[in-house]
């Protein structure tokens, strides 16, 4: 399992992908461009970011995406919205939830025809099952 990235450079990389105002200023200024945005860097953070080559820092910002729903967070100017979007900012985990849906369809019996034709039979509930 690859290592997990580091909160602080998560944000400022992601922010870096959606704003090239930011970009700019994430490759010349490094960990100082953390402070534009209100994010304070572990001091281990700001010792790995200034450890990245320029080029594959580049690379790695061009590689990253932002989900949609969390772009605007990351053009605003406030890291605390930004950590928020990532899932971090009230201590949660950030999950995906696959919503409600039926185990399968079924189309409901049809009523029946005459007064001689017995009722459909119910299939009744059913346990899920793993």
Same mark, same amino acid.
């Given at each position: 399992?690859?290592?997990?990235?580091?909160?602080?450079?998560e944000?400022?990389?992601?922010?870096?992908?959606?704003?090239?105002?930011? *970009?700019?200023?994430?490759?010349?200024?490094? &960990?100082? #461009?953390? @402070?534009?945005?209100? =994010? &304070? =860097?572990? /001091?281990?953070?700001a010792?790995? =970011? @200034?450890?990245?080559?320029?080029?594959?820092?580049? &690379?790695i910002? #061009?590689?990253?995406?932002v989900?949609?729903?969390? *772009?605007?967070?990351?053009?605003?100017?406030?890291?605390? =919205?930004?950590?928020?979007?990532?899932g971090?900012?009230? @201590?949660?985990? /950030?999950?995906? +939830?696959?919503?409600?849906? &039926? %185990?399968?369809?079924?189309?409901?019996?049809?009523?029946?025809? +005459?007064?001689?034709?017995?009722? /459909?039979?119910? %299939?009744?509930?059913?346990?899920?099952? /793993?």
């Amino acid at each position: 399992m690859p290592a997990a990235i580091p909160r602080g450079i998560e944000v400022l990389v992601k922010k870096a992908s959606v704003d090239p105002a930011f *970009r700019a200023l994430l490759l010349e200024r490094r &960990a100082g #461009a953390a @402070g534009e945005i209100g =994010l &304070a =860097l572990a /001091p281990a953070e700001a010792a790995m =970011l @200034g450890a990245i080559p320029a080029a594959q820092l580049e &690379a790695i910002i #061009a590689r990253t995406t932002v989900d949609p729903m969390s *772009r605007a967070a990351f053009l605003g100017k406030a890291a605390a =919205l930004m950590l928020a979007a990532l899932g971090s900012g009230a @201590g949660c985990i /950030p999950f995906m +939830s696959m919503g409600i849906r &039926a %185990n399968r369809f079924r189309p409901l019996p049809e009523p029946p025809k +005459s007064e001689t034709e017995p009722p /459909p039979v119910s %299939n009744g509930i059913r346990p899920d099952r /793993p």
